[in-house]
């Protein structure tokens, strides 16, 4: 069982920045694939980031994000993974989902809300 929590959500103004984590406990996380996602109000849920451990293309981002958003992995704290958020939008405004994947389970977190306005 993993267990995954994310953290760092907020407020902030239009081209402000955020940081969120994610730490997953209960599985050797260097086999974790971990991914970002994010839910609008009335909205289905998108994918916008991810991070894999074993893929030829480790990280990848929804087009929405490329430029403005950046995954990482801590490698001091290596069962933790970041979305760097920069020059932030009101359309970015959702909740967002950290989810990690392990022999084809998925683990999702609980969200944290970032809201994004003057």
């Known amino acids: 069982q993993v267990q995954v929590v994310e953290s760092g959500g907020g407020w902030v103004h239009p081209g402000g920045s955020l940081r969120l984590s994610c730490v997953a406990s209960g599985s050797d996380f260097i086999t974790l694939v971990m991914s970002w996602y994010r839910q609008a109000p009335g909205k289905e849920r998108e994918w916008v980031a991810v991070w894999s451990p074993t893929s030829a293309v480790r990280i990848n981002y929804a087009d929405s994000v490329k430029g403005r958003f950046t995954i990482s992995r801590d490698n001091a704290h290596k069962n933790t993974v970041y979305l760097q958020m920069d020059s932030l939008k009101p359309e970015d405004t959702a909740v967002y989902y950290c989810?990690?994947?392990?022999?084809?389970?998925?683990?999702w977190g609980q969200g944290t809300q970032v809201t994004v306005s003057p």
């Open positions: 989810k990690a994947i392990k022999q084809g389970n998925e683990y």
